[in-house]
């Protein structure tokens, strides 16, 4: 649910790409109003969504020191900056300001990150005792004004708006593993302390209370008005859904919380004033079965709470991927005739329920994959979340709804059985494949998409666009052109490419504004990876940029998918091989100086395997001596808990499982620093790791191989990143190395029994079809197994029916389906490669190094190694594909 969040947060901006919301259009009034408040004592900047004021005659800030937090309704956010400027006018100090109300009225949504939510003017104190007498003079001006609790802070006294905490001032350089940047603190006899914006009050260990008397802490959330909080089912910055224990009989029930002054509708209302909607439509629906029954709704502190039924069965999105024979890849013709029973019943069960509603004058409003509850064995339909519940004649158009279940333009004052019956067309659209929120962005592509799948499952669904106003006349391709859609896709990604902004160079996953414009996996390497593997040109924009960008260079990470490895392996591919030699120097340079994880995608496994890469472009043996010296160092800290290697988790938690971040991307670096050094070790301890992962997967009755993320999770997930995809990949190189090792053939084919050709909701790289696809053509490629191809092509089908037909070229959709990427892991640049190998047969383009595996079959059963194949000349023209063929 975070991860969607984070999507519609960097959806706001652009109606094609995801950006910022420091670049979307709004009226700058706090900005505006800030520039004339604070007159000749202070010079107004502008930093992203932020206005800030720096006194003309101040002390520059320390690193870090206590900051005072002003809270404020958009209403009341005005008044809230009038008080801080006059107040700076008589003494100044640093402070900033969100630059305007829009942004303080999204930075409540149910989407804003919880730790930051409330926070409209920030206030930088020089000392312990400059922030005690802010506080004190700031009281009496900002008295009456309301904000929510800024959950990472303290509240100042009785007021409503007052806040403090310690924290980072000026950015620390520190990433973590994937670039991601770290506030560290540094604190007397070099103690460290990480300033992490977690929604709770935190302070460093060396750093004394700003008070003496700490204030009353905030409400227990463990135990209220006489109920046992279990477990949170959703958290978010408006509140959170726990399952809970009532005390006095043990009943099972839901709490729904509701913070004060946090997500605003249209209409008004927040998120406490809707959950008193929702307890009286529960009331009036008392009885119905449709909904769950009302306990009570009380105050605990100042939260609001409804207690109701918990009511058995899985949420709709759950049930889908349970139940839909297109996501178990297992079409049939009788498995799709009985899920059309299925769905039909569904369908009939939600529209009884919604006539319930109607027939006491209520519209649910918000029907989604998440609001529709399903018994898996009876297929009985109860609906939840009934908090933008209205009357029937009300406005349609005022109320929270969720993107791609309601109407882009709802209406006024209509009957609301409309919205409602616009509801449960998407349901049965979704209840096809859930791709429901492109339809915002492309229309056509949701048609074409969803008529592949709906010839996969023999059903019609022609009166399902009519409702949804899709266009009729949209239908898959029927001859597969790959030539032609890697050459639009090519052109999308140079037509859209932004090479004068700093903070991406291309559009991308959300993910580059948090990591780097670099990267492999969002960033310039990873699209100038597909530009040149499918052109064979360096693009001059591409070029230019990173020359302008490289002193960014310093703020990366040292690893391969988002870190300086994958940039200078790439450079090396694309030609440039002293610069990527010097970049893979400032790696190996970097990871000295940090504990890097283990994993291929972040640690040390694909730093190693970049100073292999770099080795055979170069033949300098540095870099082989390199790589042997991260192989023993990983070794030396593998565990063993009788499964086979792995590598503890950073964050504490049970291990990742496969290729990106598990042990199966570890024991491919491993397999191939053995055929470099002829060290049969490496390959032998390889071989164990790859074990650890194998133990992890689930055999379905039909011979399938379910692979987890992690172990001891039953979510199993077909993808490169996470799944059997990436699992795939390992067993691939090692089936093709040791052809006599029976079990780990027989693991392979059940990866590939059901795990490549399918259809899923995303098409990228990392977490889409195009990794499937992909491992399809490795096995066809180094197993021979040319029979491969077929579930290969049924993939680059699938994939191709997303795609959006641009002016520009052919776009794809990146995760969430909310907007278009370019980039390696989510959007155009791996499927153009996937596509591209797909026609033209070309080796693997995803940093793997199979010219080192045998050139016709494995080595023979005593486990002779073959010799390294000779090395490519430095800037020789890279073969279709962009790897050794």
């Known amino acids: 649910m975070r991860r969607f969040d984070e999507y519609q947060a960097f959806a706001v901006a652009d109606p094609l790409f995801f950006e910022t919301l420091a670049r979307a259009s709004f009226v700058a009034d706090l900005q505006q109003e800030l520039s004339g408040l604070v007159g000749a004592e202070g010079e107004v900047t502008v930093s992203g969504v932020w206005a800030g004021c720096r006194p003309t005659a101040a002390p520059a800030l320390p690193a870090h020191g206590w900051k005072i937090h002003v809270s404020a309704v958009p209403e009341d956010a005005p008044a809230a900056l009038r008080a801080v400027a006059a107040e700076f006018r008589r003494t100044p100090f640093h402070f900033k300001c969100l630059r305007s109300t829009r942004l303080v009225r999204l930075g409540a949504a149910r989407w804003w990150p919880p730790g930051q939510i409330g926070k409209v003017v920030v206030i930088y104190t020089h000392s312990a005792q400059q922030c005690r007498d802010l506080l004190a003079r700031l009281a009496g001006p900002l008295a009456g004004l309301r904000g929510p609790y800024v959950l990472t802070d303290r509240r100042y006294g009785d007021s409503g708006c007052l806040y403090y905490r310690y924290g980072e001032f000026t950015s620390s350089t520190t990433v973590d593993a994937d670039g991601t940047p770290l506030p560290v603190l540094h604190g007397p006899d070099g103690q460290q302390w990480t300033d992490e914006r977690v929604p709770v009050y935190r302070r460093p260990p060396w750093v004394p209370e700003l008070f003496d008397e700490e204030p009353p802490a905030a409400a227990d959330s463990h135990l209220l008005h006489g109920y046992q909080a279990v477990r949170a089912l959703h958290y978010g910055g408006a509140g959170g859904v726990y399952l809970a224990r009532r005390v006095?009989?043990?009943?099972?029930?839901?709490?729904?919380?509701?913070?004060?002054?946090?997500?605003?509708?249209?209409?008004?209302?927040?998120?406490?004033?809707?959950?008193?909607?929702?307890?009286?439509?529960?009331?009036?629906?008392?009885?119905?079965?449709?909904?769950?029954?009302?306990?009570?709704?009380?105050?605990?502190?100042?939260?609001?709470?409804?207690?109701?039924?918990?009511?058995?069965?899985?949420?709709?999105?759950?049930?889908?991927?349970?139940?839909?024979?297109?996501?178990?890849?297992?079409?049939?013709?009788?498995?799709?005739?009985?899920?059309?029973?299925?769905?039909?019943?569904?369908?009939?069960?939600?529209?009884?329920?919604?006539?319930?509603?109607?027939?006491?004058?209520?519209?649910?409003?918000?029907?989604?994959?998440?609001?529709?509850?399903?018994?898996?064995?009876?297929?009985?339909?109860?609906?939840?979340?009934?908090?933008?519940?209205?009357?029937?004649?009300?406005?349609?158009?005022?109320?929270?709804?969720?993107?791609?279940?309601?109407?882009?333009?709802?209406?006024?004052?209509?009957?609301?059985?409309?919205?409602?019956?616009?509801?449960?067309?998407?349901?049965?659209?979704?209840?096809?494949?859930?791709?429901?929120?492109?339809?915002?962005?492309?229309?056509?592509?949701?048609?074409?998409?969803?008529?592949?799948?709906?010839?996969?499952?023999?059903?019609?669904?022609?009166?399902?666009?009519?409702?949804?106003?899709?266009?009729?006349?949209?239908?898959?391709?029927?001859?597969?052109?790959?030539?032609?859609?890697?050459?639009?896709?090519?052109?999308?990604?140079?037509?859209?490419?932004?090479?004068?902004?700093?903070?991406?160079?291309?559009?991308?996953?959300?993910?580059?504004?948090?990591?780097?414009?670099?990267?492999?996996?969002?960033?310039?390497?990873?699209?100038?990876?597909?530009?040149?593997?499918?052109?064979?040109?360096?693009?001059?924009?591409?070029?230019?940029?990173?020359?302008?960008?490289?002193?960014?260079?310093?703020?990366?990470?040292?690893?391969?998918?988002?870190?300086?490895?994958?940039?200078?392996?790439?450079?090396?591919?694309?030609?440039?091989?002293?610069?990527?030699?010097?970049?893979?120097?400032?790696?190996?340079?970097?990871?000295?100086?940090?504990?890097?994880?283990?994993?291929?995608?972040?640690?040390?496994?694909?730093?190693?395997?970049?100073?292999?890469?770099?080795?055979?472009?170069?033949?300098?043996?540095?870099?082989?001596?390199?790589?042997?010296?991260?192989?023993?160092?990983?070794?030396?800290?593998?565990?063993?808990?009788?499964?086979?290697?792995?590598?503890?988790?950073?964050?504490?938690?049970?291990?990742?499982?496969?290729?990106?971040?598990?042990?199966?991307?570890?024991?491919?670096?491993?397999?191939?620093?053995?055929?470099?050094?002829?060290?049969?070790?490496?390959?032998?301890?390889?071989?164990?790791?790859?074990?650890?992962?194998?133990?992890?997967?689930?055999?379905?009755?039909?011979?399938?191989?379910?692979?987890?993320?992690?172990?001891?999770?039953?979510?199993?997930?077909?993808?490169?990143?996470?799944?059997?995809?990436?699992?795939?990949?390992?067993?691939?190189?090692?089936?093709?190395?040791?052809p006599d090792e029976a079990p780990l053939h027989r693991a392979l084919d059940g990866i590939l029994l059901r795990g490549v050709g399918g259809v899923t909701i995303t098409t990228g790289l990392y977490r889409g079809m195009a990794g499937p696809t992909n491992l399809a053509l490795d096995c066809a490629q180094l197993l021979d197994r040319p029979e491969l191809r077929e579930p290969a092509l049924r993939g680059a089908r699938a994939i191709l029916s997303l795609a959006g037909h641009r002016p520009e070229g052919l776009a794809f959709p990146g995760e969430s389906l909310l907007r278009y990427s370019t980039d390696f892991a989510t959007g155009s640049a791996g499927i153009a490669l996937v596509l591209d190998r797909l026609h033209r047969g070309s080796a693997d383009f995803n940093y793997t190094l199979d010219e080192l595996l045998p050139a016709e079959t494995g080595p023979s059963s005593d486990g002779a190694s073959a010799p390294a194949a000779a090395p490519r000349p430095e800037n020789a023209p890279m073969p279709a594909g962009g790897r050794d063929a």
Not at 674 to 682: F, H, M, N, Q, V
Request: proline share 7%; aromatic share 6%.
């Open 248 to 738: 006095s009989d043990g009943r099972q029930v839901v709490l729904k919380e509701a913070r004060p002054h946090t997500a605003h509708a249209e209409d008004g209302s927040d998120a406490q004033e809707r959950l008193r909607r929702e307890f009286e439509a529960l009331k009036r629906l008392r009885g119905t079965g449709v909904a769950p029954e009302p306990l009570e709704l009380f105050e605990e502190w100042e939260h609001l709470f409804l207690a109701e039924e918990f009511i058995e069965g899985q949420p709709l999105i759950s049930f889908i991927g349970l139940r839909n024979p297109v996501a178990a890849n297992a079409l049939s013709a009788q498995a799709a005739a009985e899920y059309a029973q299925v769905v039909d019943t569904v369908v009939d069960g939600l529209r009884t329920a919604l006539a319930a509603c109607h027939a006491h004058d209520l519209v649910h409003g918000d029907v989604s994959l998440t609001n529709v509850l399903v018994e898996p064995r009876t297929l009985r339909v109860r609906l939840i979340d009934f908090e933008s519940m209205r009357p029937l004649n009300a406005r349609q158009d005022q109320y929270p709804r969720t993107p791609g279940f309601a109407p882009a333009e709802p209406g006024g004052a209509v009957d609301g059985r409309a919205f409602d019956e616009y509801a449960l067309a998407a349901v049965e659209l979704a209840m096809l494949l859930p791709r429901n929120t492109l339809l915002a962005l492309d229309p056509p592509a949701l048609a074409r998409s969803t008529r592949h799948v709906a010839g996969l499952l023999r059903r019609p669904v022609d009166r399902l666009f009519r409702t949804l106003g899709l266009p009729l006349d949209e239908a898959p391709e029927d001859r597969l052109d790959l030539p032609a859609a890697v050459a639009g896709s090519v052109a999308f990604i140079e037509a859209v490419m932004t090479p004068e902004r700093d903070d991406r160079p291309f559009p991308a996953d959300p993910a580059v504004f948090r990591t780097n414009p670099w990267s492999v996996a969002h960033g310039a390497a990873g699209v100038l990876r597909a530009v040149h593997g499918v052109t064979g040109r360096f693009p001059e924009p591409i070029r230019d940029w990173m020359n302008r960008a490289e002193p960014a260079l310093d703020r990366l990470p040292p690893g391969l998918c988002f870190g300086l490895a994958g940039v200078g392996w790439t450079l090396c591919d694309a030609g440039e091989s002293d610069w990527g030699a010097a970049v893979l120097n400032r790696a190996l340079r970097t990871a000295t100086a940090t504990a890097m994880p283990a994993d291929l995608a972040t640690g040390a496994a694909g730093l190693g395997l970049a100073c292999l890469a770099v080795w055979r472009r170069t033949r300098e043996g540095r870099y082989l001596q390199e790589a042997a010296r991260i192989g023993d160092g990983l070794i030396a800290n593998a565990r063993d808990a009788g499964q086979g290697l792995f590598w503890p988790d950073a964050s504490g938690r049970a291990p990742q499982v496969g290729y990106a971040h598990g042990s199966s991307g570890i024991a491919t670096f491993l397999l191939y620093l053995s055929r470099a050094t002829g060290d049969e070790t490496y390959l032998r301890i390889g071989r164990r790791a790859l074990e650890h992962d194998l133990a992890q997967g689930v055999v379905q009755d039909d011979g399938m191989l379910s692979v987890p993320g992690r172990v001891g999770s039953q979510v199993y997930s077909p993808y490169w990143l996470r799944g059997s995809a990436g699992v795939g990949t390992a067993l691939a190189r090692y089936c093709r190395l040791l």
